[in-house]
Nanobody, 125 residues
Framework: QVQLVESGGDSVQAGGSLRLSCATSRSTLVAYCMGWFRQAPGKEREGVATVTSTGSTTYADSVKGRFTISKDYAKNTLYLQLNSLKLEDTAMYYC???????????????????WGQGTQVTVSS
């Protein structure tokens, strides 16, 4: 059973940084496509960044150069480093997993069957 537990969300000022964590099992981290998605009030859930089982990453254009997705196999954790935060980054951030690697490149949220409960990121001016 795939379990995903996010943490690290907080309220920060624009320009600040945060690191989100998604605790999971080693088997999930090794074998699954994993990703971070976000959903702001009144908006659809959107892909932020994904990483395949082999380490290939995909980023949304809106976060390229500011966010970094990574895996720590020693801690069985998926991370999302958020730098140079903007007001429009405010959202609930979710960790997700899918067994099909091809899904990673699409960042299509409905195609991901496994989800965490989310962690809130609020950016203020």
């Amino acid at each position: 059973q795939v379990q995903l537990v996010e943490s690290g969300g907080d309220s920060v000022q624009a320009g600040g940084s945060l690191r989100l964590s998604c605790a999971t099992s080693r088997s999930t981290l090794v074998a699954y496509c994993m990703g971070w998605f976000r959903q702001a009030p009144g908006k659809e859930r959107e892909g932020v960044a994904t990483v395949t089982s082999t380490g290939s990453t995909t980023y949304a254009d809106s976060v390229k150069g500011r966010f970094t997705i990574s895996k720590d196999y020693a801690k069985n954790t998926l991370y999302l480093q958020l730098n140079s935060l903007k007001l429009e980054d405010t959202a609930m951030y979710y960790c997700a997993a899918a067994s099909s690697g091809g899904i990673c490149y699409t960042m299509n949220a409905p195609a991901f069957p496994k989800w965490g409960q989310g962690t809130q990121v609020t950016v203020s001016s």
